[in-house]
C-alpha cells in the first residue's frame, strides 16, 4: 500500500462518510490525556411523568409506552390491548434526570447536546431554561447548551407533546388531502409514518429517544467527511476530505491510518489547510466487495484522529468496501432498463422489503438486527429494500449489511401520502433530514440505491383538487430531493419513487411492450385477487414490492392468545391481523392450492406453504427472464409486533416456509421450473459472471420412488443468463401413469458434481394422491445441537419439523423427502434440554397428515371473495391496473 499525491482522474463509486458531530451512534474511544473532546452520556435511568402527575421511573432511549409497561401497563401487543394502549399516546410526557459536570468540562469551546432520533415534537430544557424545540424523529439535533449548564449538579427536562394534537391543528389550518395513512393530515409531521398504523402494524405512537443523547464538549472537531473512489486495474484510489468545525483554528493536524482486510496498515498524516484536511491512499490489488452469491465482503478500516498542538482533539472510525455499484436504466428493445450493476456485473436482486423490527424500535438491538440480516444471507438474498413508511436504519442494520453482502435500497421517509413541500419550515426541516441521512449513511459498501419515496406518485392523480400539493410533492422528488441527494453524494444512483417510470411525465405500471420502464409493485396478486399464476402476464423491469400474507407461527400466536384453541376469525385473531379482509384472502389463496384445514395449527401451516409457493413461482418467472426482468424483492421481511402478515420471518423470529425454501429457489446457480396443464418447462438460471457448461438429468417417478422415465440434456448458460434446457409433455413422460400419482425430479451437475435438485409435482397439491408416508429418523446430540437424518416410506411433502421450546431455526424445514432417500437437519437445543427431551417433544407434520374441514371447497372460497372489501379491490385492481 503506497500514499499517492494525485490521481489523473477520480470516479465517484463509493458513497462518502459522516461524521459523529450528526450522527451520534459513533462513539470516539478514549484517546490520550489532554483530549479536547469529551462526550457525557445522558442514557440509562431517567424520570417520566404524564400530564404532570406523579414520576415513575423511566429509561433513555426508550419510549413512553415500554416505561409504562415497566411500571404496570398491559403489554399493548397482547389480546386486545392494543385498542386501549393507543390511547396512552394522546397525552403529554416529561423525561427528567440530573447530570454532573465538572470545570474542565466547561472550559471546552463548545458544550452541545447532541440527540439522535428526539420522537418527535419536544422542548428542551436545562436547569429550567429553554434550550431549543424539536419536531423531526429523522434528524441528528445539536443544541448549544454552554450558557445553560453549570459545574456540579444540572437537571435536564424533555416535553414531549401529543402528536395527534399537532397533526389535528395542523390539519385544520392546512388540510391535505386523505392519505393511505388512517390518520388525516399526517404528513405533516415528521415522525415514522407506521407509528400511526398500517396494514400490518399497531396504532401506538411512542414517545421517547430512538437512538442517543448526550453532551460534547469540545474546542474543535471533524464536522463533515468525504470519500471518493476510483478504481482501475489492480488498483484503487482513495480520496479522503475531512472539514473542520473552526477554519480559523491553528497548530491542526490530522492522521489517517487504514487498516486492510490481512491487517496490513498504512498511515499518512497531513496539516489543515483552513478548514481543509486532505489525503490520497493508493490501495493496490484490491480486494473487491461482492453483494451476496457473488463473492466475500471485505471491509478495510479508516482510522481518523485530529490533534491541535498536540493534544488529540477528535477521533472515530469507520469501515469501507472498495466496489461500485451502479443502476442501468439504459434504453433497450423492451423500453428502459432497470437493473443493478457491482463491479460491472449486472445483478439480479433477490431479496425483501425491510420494516421497522419493533413498534417500539429500542427493543431491536444488535443482535436482533444481526438475526435478521443474517437469516435473508442464509435466505440466499442479496437485497433489503429500507421502506419509506418507516425510518432510516441504524448503524447496526447497515454494519449486518455490509458485512453480508446485502445491498441496500435506500427509501427516503415518505410514504403514501400527501407532503406539505410547499410550506419553507417544513421543506427546510426536510432538507437538514435528508443532509443528516446521507452523510451519515453515503459510505456504506451496502448502500445501492437512494429512493425518493414509497407510492406517493401512485396517489398524485388523486390530489388535483389540492394545487398546491399537486404541483409541490411530484416537484419534490423529481427534482428538488434528486438535487440535494447530487450535492450531498454524487455516488450512489437515486430513484424518485417506488414505484415510478422514473419520469413526472410517465405513469408508473406501464407494461405495454417498447415502453416497460422502472420498477413495480405487483399487488394484482393478493389486493386484486388474480391467481397466483397471474404473475407470467406482467413484465416488471424490477418488482420492488409484490407478495402473499400468511399467519404467524403457533409460537407467535401464543404469545398474544391463551385460548387453547382459538378461531380464525376470532376477536383476538383479527385484531392481530390490520388488513382489511385479510384472514378471507388468505383461505382464498390457500384453497386455490389445498384443502380448507379442520385445526388452525394446520391452517397456519398451509398458509406459509401458499406464501411460499407464491414468492417462489414470482421468482422463478422473472429469473427465467433475467436481463429484461431484474429484481424481485417481496414485501416483506420482518414483522415490528405479532400479526397475520406478509412477513417471512414473523415477531418471535420465527421463520415462515417462505424463508426456509428461497435458500433453495433463491440459489445463484439453479433450475427453474414452470408447470402448465400438459406439460413442464425446465430452466437453468445463471447468475455468476462465467459461462456454466454442465447437464440437466431429469426423472419421473412413482411417490414410492419407482422410475417412469428419464432423460440427459447437455446444457451451457452464458453468464447472467437463463437458458431453457427442457420441455417435457406429459403425454411422452408418464407411460400411461396419472400425472396426480407421479414427481419429477431434475438434478443439475457439472464436472465438480450435482449444483442443484429440484422437484415438481404435475398437479396441484391438493390434487396429488400423497401417499401417507411413514417418516423416521435417526437423532444425534453435539454441542448443544441436535442432527435429525430423516427417511420415508413414501413421498413425503412439506415435511415441517417442530418443538416447543426449539425456537432458533432449523437448517431446514418445510422440505419434501423422496421414498427410499433421506434429508439431514439440525438444530440448537435450548439450555436444559437434551436429547431424550428433543425427542419426546419433536412434532413431524407432512402434507398427507392435514384433515380437511368439509367438502365445501369451492363455496367457502367464492364466499371469501365476494366479501365487500375483497369485492371492492378486485373490482378496481382491474380498472385501475389493467
Not at 407533546?161 to 399537532?166: C, N
Not at 425427542?839 to 384433515?851: R, Y
Request: hydrophobic share 35%; charged share 25%.
Amino acid at each position: 500500500m503506497a500514499a499517492v499525491r494525485k490521481a489523473d482522474r477520480y470516479v465517484l463509486t463509493v458513497p462518502e462518510y459522516r461524521l459523529y458531530g450528526e450522527c451520534p451512534n459513533i462513539h470516539r474511544r478514549a484517546g490520550k490525556r489532554g483530549m479536547l473532546m469529551k462526550t457525557i452520556d445522558l442514557s440509562g435511568k431517567w424520570r417520566l411523568n404524564r400530564d404532570g402527575a406523579e414520576p415513575i421511573p423511566g429509561r433513555l432511549p426508550g419510549c413512553t409506552y415500554l416505561d409504562l409497561m415497566a411500571n404496570g401497563m398491559p403489554d399493548p401487543y397482547y389480546g386486545e390491548n392494543e385498542i386501549e394502549a393507543g390511547e396512552w399516546a394522546r397525552h403529554d410526557y416529561r423525561y427528567t434526570r440530573t447530570f454532573l459536570l465538572d470545570e474542565e468540562t466547561l472550559k471546552a469551546k463548545h458544550l452541545e447536546l447532541v440527540a439522535d432520533g428526539l420522537d418527535t415534537l419536544c422542548s428542551i430544557s436545562i436547569n429550567g431554561k429553554a434550550a431549543g424545540k424539536t419536531d423531526n424523529i429523522n434528524r441528528v439535533w445539536r443544541l448549544d447548551v454552554k450558557g445553560l449548564c453549570v459545574s456540579g449538579e444540572n437537571s435536564i427536562t424533555l416535553d414531549f407533546s401529543d402528536p395527534y394534537g399537532y397533526i389535528e391543528a395542523k390539519q385544520k389550518s392546512d388540510p391535505l388531502p386523505k392519505p393511505m395513512n388512517p390518520v388525516d393530515g399526517v404528513g405533516h409531521l415528521r415522525k415514522t409514518p407506521c407509528h400511526f398504523g398500517w396494514d400490518w402494524g399497531p396504532k401506538l405512537p411512542p414517545a421517547g429517544v430512538a437512538r442517543s443523547i448526550g453532551l460534547e464538549a469540545f474546542d474543535i472537531r471533524v464536522t463533515d467527511l468525504r470519500i471518493w473512489q476510483e478504481h482501475r486495474e489492480g488498483a484503487v484510489t482513495i480520496r479522503v476530505a475531512a472539514k473542520l468545525s473552526d477554519a480559523k483554528a491553528s497548530g491542526v493536524e490530522g492522521k489517517l491510518a487504514i487498516i486492510e482486510p490481512n491487517g496490513k496498515k498504512a498511515v499518512l498524516h497531513t496539516a489543515a489547510e483552513g478548514a481543509s484536511l486532505r489525503w490520497d491512499i493508493c490501495v493496490e490489488n484490491p480486494r473487491l466487495w461482492w453483494c451476496n452469491g457473488l463473492g466475500e465482503q471485505p471491509l478495510y478500516r479508516l482510522d481518523l484522529s485530529i490533534a491541535q498542538n498536540g493534544k488529540e482533539a477528535d477521533r472515530f472510525r469507520r469501515q469501507i468496501g472498495l466496489r461500485t455499484v451502479e443502476l442501468d436504466t439504459a434504453p433497450d428493445s423492451h423500453g428502459h432498463q432497470f437493473r443493478f450493476v457491482v463491479n460491472g456485473v449486472p445483478v439480479f436482486a433477490k431479496g425483501a422489503n425491510w420494516i421497522p423490527p419493533d413498534s417500539f424500535i429500542t427493543r431491536a438491538d444488535r443482535e436482533t438486527v444481526d438475526f435478521y440480516v443474517e437469516t435473508a444471507k442464509r435466505a440466499n438474498m442479496n437485497m433489503l429494500r429500507v421502506w419509506g413508511g418507516g425510518m432510516y436504519e441504524s448503524e447496526d442494520f447497515y454494519d449486518a449489511c455490509d458485512r453480508n453482502g446485502i445491498l441496500v435500497w435506500q427509501d427516503f421517509i415518505f410514504a403514501c401520502n400527501p407532503y406539505p413541500f410547499y410550506e419553507k419550515s417544513f421543506l427546510d426541516n426536510v432538507h437538514a433530514e435528508v443532509e443528516d441521512n446521507v452523510r451519515r449513511l453515503r459510505h456504506r459498501a451496502s448502500l445501492a440505491l437512494w429512493c425518493g419515496n414509497n407510492e406517493t406518485e401512485v396517489f398524485v392523480k388523486a390530489w388535483g383538487k389540492w394545487p398546491k400539493v399537486l404541483q409541490s410533492n411530484p416537484d419534490f422528488y423529481h427534482n428538488v430531493l434528486r438535487g440535494w441527494v447530487a450535492e450531498l453524494d454524487g455516488v450512489t444512483a437515486y430513484w424518485p419513487g417506488s414505484p415510478s417510470s422514473g419520469s413526472a411525465s410517465e405513469r408508473p405500471y406501464n407494461m405495454k411492450e417498447g415502453q416497460i420502464r422502472g420498477d413495480t409493485h405487483l399487488w394484482q396478486i393478493w389486493h386484486g385477487m388474480r391467481p397466483i399464476e397471474a404473475f407470467r402476464k406482467f413484465p416488471t423491469r424490477f418488482c420492488s414490492e409484490y407478495g402473499m400474507e400468511s399467519m404467524p407461527s403457533m409460537h407467535t400466536i401464543r404469545t398474544f392468545t391463551d385460548d387453547p384453541d382459538p378461531g380464525l376469525f376470532d376477536p383476538v385473531m383479527q385484531s392481530h391481523q390490520k388488513c382489511p379482509g385479510g384472514n378471507e384472502k388468505i383461505l382464498y389463496y390457500l384453497l386455490a392450492k389445498y384443502r380448507n384445514p379442520a385445526r388452525l395449527e394446520d391452517y397456519v401451516y398451509l398458509s406459509q406453504l401458499v406464501q411460499a409457493d407464491t414468492v417462489h413461482f414470482a421468482t422463478d418467472c422473472w429469473r427465467r427472464n433475467i436481463g429484461r426482468q431484474n429484481g424481485a424483492v417481496f414485501w416483506q421481511m420482518n414483522d415490528c409486533w405479532p400479526v397475520a402478515s406478509w412477513a417471512g420471518i414473523d415477531y418471535g423470529k420465527q421463520l415462515k416456509a417462505v424463508l426456509y425454501q428461497s435458500r433453495h429457489f433463491n440459489k445463484t446457480l439453479c433450475l427453474s421450473g414452470d408447470c402448465f396443464r400438459d406439460r413442464v418447462e425446465i430452466s437453468v438460471v445463471n447468475e455468476y459472471p462465467r459461462e456454466f457448461h454442465g447437464r440437466l438429468e431429469w426423472t419421473l417417478k412413482d411417490f414410492f420412488g419407482h422410475p417412469v422415465s428419464d432423460g440427459e440434456i447437455e446444457i451451457a448458460v452464458g453468464p447472467v443468463a437463463s437458458e431453457k434446457a427442457a420441455v417435457l409433455r406429459f403425454a411422452d413422460i408418464l407411460k400411461g401413469r396419472k400425472k396426480t400419482d407421479a414427481v419429477l425430479e431434475g438434478r443439475l451437475l457439472d464436472e465438480s458434481g450435482v449444483k442443484d435438485i429440484k422437484r415438481w409435482l404435475l398437479v396441484p397439491d391438493k390434487a396429488a394422491n400423497l401417499p401417507q408416508a411413514q417418516v423416521e429418523y435417526n437423532c444425534r446430540e453435539d454441542g448443544g445441537a441436535v442432527t435429525l437424518e430423516l427417511s420415508s416410506t413414501g413421498y413425503a411433502r412439506h415435511v415441517f419439523l417442530e418443538m416447543e421450546g426449539v425456537t432458533a431455526p432449523w437448517s431446514d424445514n418445510f422440505f419434501d423427502i423422496p421414498a427410499g432417500e433421506s434429508v439431514t437437519v439440525t438444530a440448537r437445543l435450548p439450555d436444559g434440554m437434551d436429547k431424550r427431551a428433543f425427542e419426546s417433544g419433536l412434532k413431524i407434520k407432512t402434507l398427507a397428515d392435514v384433515k380437511p374441514r368439509n367438502n365445501l371447497d369451492i363455496l367457502l372460497r367464492a364466499f371469501m371473495m365476494m366479501r365487500k372489501k375483497n369485492f371492492i379491490y378486485w373490482f378496481l385492481f382491474r380498472i385501475l391496473f389493467r
